[in-house]
Each structure stands twice: as structure tokens, then as C-alpha cells.
């Protein structure tokens, strides 16, 4: 029996059951990928996550999405998913991808039977079905955590847009789902707000517009989405009007060259990257612009011209440019993502498949032939899947894929730079920060992150230069003025590196890392009143901090205090009693104060703690024990 006689005798559950098998099958390599780039602030360090009593927070708190407050976005059904997750597996990211995995292959279902619904029951609604199922574009959501927003919004939009679908169909109308559903895929990510315009396009395509059902729906979701822009209107704002990263006519033709862009990834997914390199246009006139624009005026030309014969063409062409409207419209900080395709790619997957149909039809002879040229050209994307998954096994990995495909871009060599760093790689690590420099010699954050590696490996100077070149950049920075303070105190340089950690502190005045480093700096120079005085500071932030603990009692043991010095080194060990220092600085206290039994212990523990204090340890020990004879 033929593939299209199988397809179209098969129950919908057993084909169904077959493109999930598939799936799984193309996802199995993922399933121990690690986190990656957002991950870490949304997920990793995001302690809210820890505690599933903190799921209802979420629906009220926009600042839970993120351990940092200026990522602060309204995400609540993600969080409590990956809450969820927490509680199975805490950071291990097996059931991490897993759930993902799991709400992608509901997507796959829905896919499915919309594409039955628009294409009827054909081989191309299946192969439409298919190559959402298995497309290399969609690593990207499966892959990167943080984008499970795509995949959980676009489940309740596709849901949403199917109960629709049925509705008509079935002549009643279940619309409370359709807006529950909307709701939640809000809930998810906000460009699920487009829901109300898709349905307009195709009730106004297949003739139910002026239904007095089809209105009573587009209202209530059309009340649903100014509800939530009324609800998340301080983040739109900022984004939109009060700071965006670009000016609109930037914007604008940027991504009328991304949506050419993201065609072509879709028709031909090479060159898959997590930070593809990609410019900025701001005018018409640009000589990609101008003929991407031409292209997509063309493509909407031909869907208008032929939507009465093929509705489908000029629906599938609207689903794809309304479902990426939020991403094209509103200036983001990454000019092209690859996730940002998950729904709208569908739009291309309709028309795919009903081209697939034509030429059935038009070449019904050679219909077998057709489906097995579908299937070769499935299996090389499968392929292409499982490869590009083992490209996100680690960050030495993705970074690397990623700074190879984009030469001119800063960003992705950074990332790269970081990954090699943290694998031991110093000098790769350097020449990477090195390149990204000259691609950007504004993005300061370079300037710290290349001075810190060039200290960590001895090069002073070099480390000099580069931070001294830095805050001529942008002197408002308090990172870079606080690693150039550690490269002048390894210079010994103590009086300039005192100044430049006064500069770092007045613009980090939060950073108790910082004060404390002042602090220390004051009692090398010996003035232990304005350490104190710094060192106090650093207490009032990190009061659970043990080595801030020791660089109060150093203060104090420096003004003669002996007794608050006592109680500081005390506070530390028990704050953190694996810590060799602070019991180090006990014993010292309690060996000027004459206690010599509990200054024997104190030191004993601190060889405990730390075997490198050893040797020290060993002598003082000795010369206790000489003393109490």
C-alpha cells in the first residue's frame, strides 16, 4: 500500500502516534543538554523557582521572572512550569527538556488537526504536520530552555485558534475555551496577543466574518488582549516608547530584511546559529532592504490576487506576518532569532504542504514518487535536527558554531571567549575578547571581561592598558574601574589603586565586593578608621557574607578593638564554618588575647577546613604549645 493510501486510511491517533515516535526519536540527544545564556538569570539563579509556594506570586509580580530586576517580565505560566521542574529535578536539565519535549509534541497534535481543517484530509496537511514536528528551526525552543515561551504560548494559541476552527464546523460554540486558552498563552509570552487579527484574516478569507458568533469571539478576545496590554503596559512602554534599543525606521527595515531572512531559514536551514550575523538597515534604500521588501510586496500581491481560487495561500501568508508581528514590530535586543519562528513557521508549512497537494493532483500518476521525495526531504531535515541538538551539548560548543557564522559580530566571540575561559583555554579566550574588541571597540563590557583574564594569567600590563583604554570609553563604569583597581594593587601601586576603587565604589555603591576592597585598601595603606568605615558598608549589604565577617574584625583587631574583632571572626565561622580564613583570624584574636587552648583548636580547624593552611598552622600550633609550657 502506498504511503498516500496509508495517510489516508490510517485513523488520526496512529498517524498522530507516528510523527510523535519520530519526534522523540529526532529529540533523544537533547534530553541532557545544559543551560545556556537566559537560562541562568531566569532559571539557575532565580531562587523564587525553588519553592512551589511561590506559584501564585508569579500571576502578580513581574520581577519573579528573573533573579535580576531589570529582566522583570510578565511570564507567569512559564515560571510555574519551570517551578515544576525544580521540584522533579532541581538543576538537573533532563526533565527540564523533557516537559518541553512533552508540550511540543501536543503542538505536533494541534498542528495536525488545524492543517486537516485548512488542507483537508491530504498528504500535505500530514507533511505540513511533519516538518513542524522535525524542522532544525525548531532546536532552538527545544534546546534553549528560557524559550520554552514559544512553545507553551504557541500550544494555548494553537488551541485557542483550533477550538475556533471546530466551533464553525460543528455549528456551537465553545468560546469560553477559545478565550480561556488565549489567555493562558498570554500567561505564557505576550506575542500570543495577534490571536484576534488571525482570526479576522480567516473568517474574512472563507466567508464567516459577519457571523454574529464569529464577532462575539473577536470581541472577547479582543477584550482578553487590551486586559493584559493594560496589565503589562509598563514593560510595552519601556520597550516601545520610553527606551527602545533602536529608532523605528532602524527597526523597521531591519526586520523587513529579517522576514526574508527567516523564509530562507525555513526552505533551507543552513548556517543555524544562536546569534546570527546580522545588520542593521535604517532605510529603504539599503541594498538588501530594498529588494526584500519588493519580495514580500510580491508575495502579498500573489495571495491577494489569488485568495478567492486559494484561500490558503493568502492565510498561511498572514499567519506568518501577523504571528510575527510582536517580534518585528517592538525593538528587541537580538535582531533575528531563531525560536521567533516556531508559530509563524507554520504559515510556510501550510502553503509547502498545499503545493504538495497541487502537484498530487496535477501529477496524480505520480503520486507515489511525490510522497517518497516528501519523506527523503524529511529525513534530511531529521538529520539536520539530530546534528544541530549536539551543537547545544555545551557552550564551547554552541559559542564556538555561533562565532565562526558571525566573523563581524561582537557578541557570540564574548560568549565563546567566556565558554573558553571557563574551560581552561586562556589563550583561545583572549584572543576571542581580542577580536570582539576590534569588531566593537564601544562595548565596554569587553574592555573588564579582557582585563580580568589578562590579570588572572599575569599580564599586568597588558591588563593595564586595556582598562586604562576602557574607562577613557566610558568612564561610568564601575566594573572596569574596579578590575583596574585589582591590576594596580598587583602592581603594588597601592595610592592609585585606593583612587580608582573610590571611583568604583561611588558608582557601585551597592556592590559590597567592592567596599570590601576598598576597606582592605585603607588597612594596607593603614588607615583602619576608613576601613572600618567601608567595611560597616559592606556588613549593612552582605550581612550573611563570612569574609566580609573577617574584613570587619581585621578592622577593628587594626584599631585595637580587640573584643568586636573577637565577635566578628566568631560571626564568620558561623556563618561559614568550612572556611579556612575565618578560623585562621579566630585563632589569631584568640592567641593575642592569651586564650591558648581555644586558639590551638581554632587553628586546628582551620587546616581542616582548608589544607593549604597547614604548614602555617603546624608552627602555630608549635609555638602554643611551647608558650603553655
Same mark, same amino acid.
Given at each position: ?43 539557575? +539563579? ?57 508540550? +511540543? ?106 457571523? !454574529?458568533?464569529? $464577532? ?88 491577494? !490576487?489569488?485568495?478567492?481560487? +486559494? ?92 562565532? $565562526? ?28 575578547? *581580542? ?14 571581561? #579582557? ?83 567601608? +567595611? ?22 587594626? #584599631? ?36 591558648? *587552648? ?9 587546616? #581542616? ?13 608549635? #609555638?602554643?604549645?611551647? $608558650?603553655?609550657?
Amino acid at each position: 500500500m502506498s504511503a498516500v493510501k496509508i495517510l489516508r486510511t490510517a485513523p488520526f491517533l496512529t498517524r498522530y502516534l507516528s510523527l510523535a515516535f519520530i519526534t522523540c526519536l529526532v529529540y533523544a540527544n537533547a534530553l541532557e543538554n545544559p543551560f545556556h545564556y537566559d537560562d541562568f538569570h531566569s532559571i539557575v +539563579h532565580n531562587e523564587r523557582l525553588r519553592s512551589l509556594s511561590a506559584v501564585p506570586q508569579f500571576f502578580t509580580d513581574a520581577t519573579a521572572f528573573s533573579s535580576e530586576a531589570e529582566n522583570a517580565m510578565y511570564r507567569p505560566l512559564l515560571l510555574a512550569t519551570f517551578a515544576a521542574n525544580y521540584a522533579i529535578s532541581q538543576y538537573q536539565t533532563w526533565s527540564y527538556h523533557v516537559l518541553s519535549l512533552v508540550l +511540543h509534541l501536543a503542538c505536533v497534535g494541534l498542528v495536525a488537526a488545524i492543517g486537516l481543517r485548512l488542507l483537508g484530509q491530504t498528504l500535505g496537511a500530514w507533511w505540513a504536520a511533519l516538518l513542524f514536528a522535525i524542522h532544525p528551526i525548531n532546536t532552538e525552543p527545544l534546546n534553549y530552555i528560557s524559550s520554552r515561551s514559544e512553545i507553551l504560548s504557541g500550544l494555548f494559541f494553537l488551541l485557542a485558534f483550533w477550538v475556533y476552527l471546530q466551533a464553525g464546523q460543528k455549528g456551537r460554540v465553545p468560546w469560553g475555551w477559545a478565550m480561556g486558552a488565549y489567555a493562558l498563552a498570554l500567561f505564557s509570552k505576550s506575542i500570543a496577543i495577534v490571536l484576534p487579527a488571525v482570526v479576522v484574516v480567516h473568517a474574512a478569507l472563507f466567508g464567516s466574518l459577519y457571523r !454574529r458568533e464569529t $464577532k462575539k469571539l473577536v470581541a472577547g478576545l479582543a477584550l482578553i488582549g487590551a486586559a493584559y496590554i493594560v496589565g503589562v503596559w509598563q514593560f510595552l512602554a519601556r520597550a516601545t516608547i520610553d527606551q527602545p534599543v533602536r529608532g523605528y525606521d532602524e527597526q523597521i527595515w531591519t526586520q523587513v530584511k529579517a522576514l526574508v531572512f527567516y523564509v530562507k531559514m525555513l526552505l533551507w536551514p543552513s548556517g543555524q546559529s544562536i546569534d546570527h550575523q546580522f545588520l542593521v538597515s535604517d532605510s529603504l534604500f539599503d541594498p538588501i532592504a530594498a529588494p526584500a521588501f519588493a519580495l514580500l510586496l510580491s508575495l502579498l500581491f500573489v495571495a491577494l !490576487r489569488f485568495r478567492r481560487e +486559494h484561500p490558503i495561500l493568502a492565510f498561511s501568508y498572514a499567519w506568518f506576518l501577523l504571528v510575527l508581528a510582536p517580534s518585528s514590530v517592538v525593538p528587541l535586543n537580538v535582531l533575528v532569532n531563531e525560536h521567533r519562528m516556531y508559530i509563524p513557521g507554520l504559515g510556510v508549512y501550510w502553503i509547502l504542504g498545499y503545493g504538495l497537494n497541487l502537484l498530487c493532483i496535477r501529477w496524480d500518476r505520480y503520486r507515489s514518487w511525490l510522497s517518497v521525495i516528501a519523506l527523503l526531504i524529511a529525513l534530511v531535515l531529521c538529520w539536520v535536527t539530530v546534528q544541530r541538538n549536539a551543537v547545544w551539548a555545551s557552550s564551547l560548543t554552541l559559542w564556538g558554531s555561533a562565532a $565562526k557564522g558571525a566573523p563581524m559580530m561582537a557578541r557570540p566571540h564574548v560568549y565563546w571567549a567566556e565558554a573558553l575561559e571557563q574551560a581552561g583555554r586562556t589563550g583561545e579566550a583572549i584572543r576571542s575578547y *581580542e577580536h570582539a574588541l576590534r569588531r566593537d571597540p564601544s562595548f565596554t563590557v569587553l574592555y573588564q571581561r #579582557l582585563g580580568a583574564v589578562y590579570l588572572d594569567s599575569g599580564r599586568n600590563d597588558r591588563a593595564l592598558q586595556i582598562l586604562t583604554e576602557g574607562v577613557s570609553v566610558d568612564s561610568t563604569d564601575g566594573t572596569l574601574w574596579s578590575t583596574l583597581a585589582e591590576v594596580l594593587r598587583a602592581q603594588g601601586r597601592w595610592e592609585e589603586s585606593l583612587s580608582a576603587y573610590r571611583r568604583a565604589a561611588e558608582l557601585l555603591p551597592e556592590d559590597g565586593a567592592v567596599l570590601n576592597n576598598l576597606g582592605n585598601t585603607y588597612q594596607v595603606l593603614n588607615q583602619p578608621q576608613k576601613a572600618l568605615r567601608y +567595611h560597616l558598608m559592606a556588613d549593612q549589604l552582605t550581612p550573611s557574607d563570612a569574609p566580609t565577617q573577617v574584613n570587619l574584625g581585621n578592622a577593628y583587631a587594626m #584599631l585595637g578593638r580587640e573584643r568586636e574583632a573577637l565577635q566578628a571572626f566568631r560571626r564568620a565561622v558561623e556563618l561559614e564554618p568550612a572556611y579556612g580564613g575565618g578560623w585562621l583570624s579566630l585563632g589569631g584574636a584568640l592567641e593575642r588575647g592569651n586564650r591558648i *587552648e581555644e586558639a590551638i583548636r581554632a587553628y586546628e580547624q582551620a587546616a #581542616l577546613a582548608d589544607p593549604n593552611n597547614r604548614p602555617f598552622v603546624q608552627e602555630r600550633v608549635m #609555638l602554643l604549645r611551647e $608558650k603553655r609550657r
